[in-house]
């Protein structure tokens, strides 16, 4: 006969009602380490690369892929061991992480190298937190296997506690711009994450111990009998369904970045509304939701695609929340989707392996795959288009309905593509108002689609291809995509002008016809903000006023429009990250100032911050003006960098900087490194327009 004690009745009671906050807690601290980990240490490597929007890119697919193979390991652990077997082994993986910190770039590595510099990042992030991350990364898939093995009432479908974790990522990324970043340095931030990682040690071996108090009878073989094993159409499903978000989180970062700032203020805003689908989706209720989402994504879709590719002269600050907008929508359509197709518990390891190995697809596509395949950001309205394939019942109606739709859609879109590519039609500026209402109607006859997936589809691809073939006004002549972003050499439709754009922004223009259609021979003429009389012009000949042979250091090449303010016996060396605009610069078929008036100009190809310290020169002037599209590289303004600065500065010397920006003011930035340093200075606007072009 056996009798009850009422202590150990107790203690197991208690162990029991602490299993959902413990496991809970736990997740959440591991999300929130995972997901601050990720723009603290891109923010310690972003001057290596110029401050380049693709590090951030990059470092995506790192997280990415380390992810997955996370998630790999904590399949396959719970797959072969026993439940306390994988408690103990990974508290060891823990404990041999921990010996990797504090955080910190690996020495070693070097300077980054003038190709694959993408590779090369991947290695160094392996190298510094590669360890440490894939501990942490292991834990969201591996806690909630160990809590559908308990007896707990919600074991059977512990899936919302994927809510807790993404979560827990969410509240990080909001709290790291906006309380980590600017209180603390970042030797701070990394030892305050080496002491949540040794929490959160602590807290996985008491999960582990909870678990094993409060196991469930049926073993894990006896489980995944009983439930329908998931198909391989299954898992396709699963992966087409986080790859579109995936590799739209990429996309839609780099082009919101490429023009405000590459900084992880802009970096964990898509990151966070990325997470944060995954807790408004991955619960019971949410279908009400999810049938407004499907209805309103074509009326978002509409207007952005229209102005994506230029077809519309949007505010910058319209075509940005219409981004985000469309990202949002159609992540939280896809994740909903994959909520829904959720397998048994038992078989949750493997759900979010595949759903990683989406995850790490979409990251390489747009972040490794595109920047080389793709000579313009052709990614972004691919992945546009690929959102609307995943409404649900996309495909209810079979392929005999895609086939009938496609074939009309693709005879339409030859129709109007045969007067550009046969004929070479180009619309001309005064076109533009038309082709405005044109753009409106398919505007209008997409958003009409709502419940013809095909139709839908098909539109928007003959919008997205129209909006490039016959942009009114422009004709471009010469694309190129390197790590650092999208060139472009454009002529205006008269034929008068040659202009180079780094993303949306113009940095060079050349004047190579006159009124009357003849060639311009001769010396080039700087225009846009290099005229003469303008303010690169005012500090050369002050200078040149002090120095009649100047010694000067220009950050960022461009077109080379500055070339031609050199005079016989100056010293000149230019600092360019972009091999590709070095390319452009020194060719004479696009721009002719390098060539004409410095062909044998020294370029020192690096980031500046770097190669300027390093070049031991000294300059009577330093001039900055690098820009990523609209964005000047953030960290060579900084204390640090304008000290670097000083040490090559001649006595009695200038450093100007061009810091212009539609959305960032940074004066008061640079006054305050500029009064740290003693230094006095001066601002000065210019809203002058030369040829026609605003600077």
């Not at 992030?125 to 007896?151: C, E, H, K, M």
């Amino acid at each position: 006969m056996s009798t009850f004690d009422p202590a150990i009745g107790l203690s197991r009671a208690r162990s029991a009602a602490a299993l959902l906050p413990a496991f809970a807690a736990t997740i959440f601290l591991s999300a929130t380490l995972l997901f601050s980990v990720q723009p603290m240490f891109t923010k310690m490597v972003l001057p290596l690369l110029g401050g380049s929007p693709s590090v951030w890119s990059v470092a995506m697919v790192f997280f990415q892929g380390v992810l997955l193979a996370g998630y790999g390991y904590a399949h396959a652990m719970t797959h072969w061991l026993d439940p306390r077997r994988v408690a103990f082994v990974h508290l060891g993986v823990i404990a041999l992480a921990f010996v990797a910190l504090p955080i910190v770039v690996a020495s070693g590595w070097g300077h980054p190298p003038a190709d694959h510099q993408a590779l090369w990042l991947i290695g160094l992030f392996g190298a510094s937190i590669g360890l440490p991350f894939f501990a942490v990364a292991a834990n969201a898939p591996l806690l909630q296997a160990w809590f559908a093995r308990t007896t707990h009432r919600q074991a059977h479908d512990p899936y919302f506690l994927y809510g807790a974790s993404n979560l827990g990522s969410f509240a990080s990324l909001l709290a790291y711009p906006f309380l980590l970043e600017p209180i603390l340095t970042l030797r701070e931030q990394s030892s305050l994450w080496t002491a949540g990682f040794g929490l959160l040690g602590v807290m996985i071996a008491g999960c582990a111990i909870l678990m094993t108090r409060n196991m469930s009878g049926e073993s894990v073989a006896a489980a995944r009998e009983t439930a329908a094993a998931p198909t391989w159409a299954d898992r396709a499903k699963w992966v087409a369904l986080s790859f579109v978000p995936s590799a739209l989180l990429i996309a839609v970062t780099s082009h919101v970045s490429t023009d405000i700032a590459s900084a992880p203020f802009l970096w964990v805003i898509p990151l966070a509304l990325y997470l944060l689908t995954f807790v408004l989706t991955f619960r019971t209720n949410g279908d009400a939701v999810h049938l407004w989402l499907v209805r309103l994504q074509p009326i978002v879709v509409a207007p952005l695609v229209i102005g994506l590719m230029g077809g519309a002269r949007a505010y910058w600050f319209v075509a940005i929340l219409l981004s985000v907008g469309t990202f949002m929508i159609s992540t939280m359509i896809c994740h909903r989707e994959l909520y829904l197709r959720r397998p048994d518990a038992s078989h949750l390891t493997g759900f979010y392996m595949w759903v990683s190995a989406g995850g790490v697809l979409g990251g390489i596509f747009s972040g490794l795959f595109a920047p080389f395949a793709f000579p313009d950001v052709w990614e972004y309205p691919i992945l546009i288009v690929a959102a609307l394939l995943c409404r649900p019942g996309a495909f209810d109606g079979g392929w005999r309905v895609w086939s009938r739709e496609g074939a009309i859609c693709f005879a339409l879109l030859a129709l109007a593509l045969v007067p550009r590519i046969v004929f070479g039609v180009q619309l001309p500026a005064s076109a533009e108002p038309a082709w405005m209402i044109f753009l409106v109607f398919l505007a209008a006859a997409i958003m009409l689609q709502a419940n013809h997936a095909p139709r839908l589809a098909g539109l928007t691809v003959l919008t997205l291809v129209l909006t490039v073939a016959y942009r009114p006004g422009l004709i471009q002549t010469d694309t190129a995509r390197s790590f650092f972003g999208v060139h472009k050499v454009i002529e205006s439709a008269d034929g008068r002008l040659r202009m180079l754009y780094h993303g949306t922004t113009l940095h060079g223009a050349q004047r190579i016809r006159d009124d009357a259609g003849k060639p311009i021979t001769g010396k080039p003429e700087p225009l846009t903000y290099y005229y003469h009389g303008g303010l690169f012009a005012e500090a050369i000949n002050a200078t040149h006023a002090k120095h009649p042979k100047a010694r000067v250091a220009l950050v960022g090449l461009g077109a080379g429009s500055l070339a031609c303010y050199a005079r016989a016996g100056d010293k000149w060396t230019y600092f360019e990250i972009d091999p590709e605009v070095v390319r452009i610069a020194r060719d004479p078929s696009k721009f002719s100032f390098l060539p004409q008036c410095a062909p044998d100009a020294n370029v020192v190809i690096g980031d500046a911050r770097l190669t300027l310290s390093e070049n031991g020169g000294q300059y009577d002037l330093i001039m900055l003006d690098a820009f990523s599209s609209d964005v000047v590289p953030v960290h060579l303004l900084t204390r640090e960098a304008l000290a670097a600065y000083m040490q090559r500065l001649a006595p009695g010397g200038m450093i100007a900087f061009h810091i212009s920006n539609r959305y960032l003011e940074l004066a008061s930035v640079l006054r305050e490194a500029a009064g740290q340093q003693g230094l006095s200075m001066h601002l000065k606007q210019d809203k002058t327009v030369t040829a026609g072009l605003p600077h």
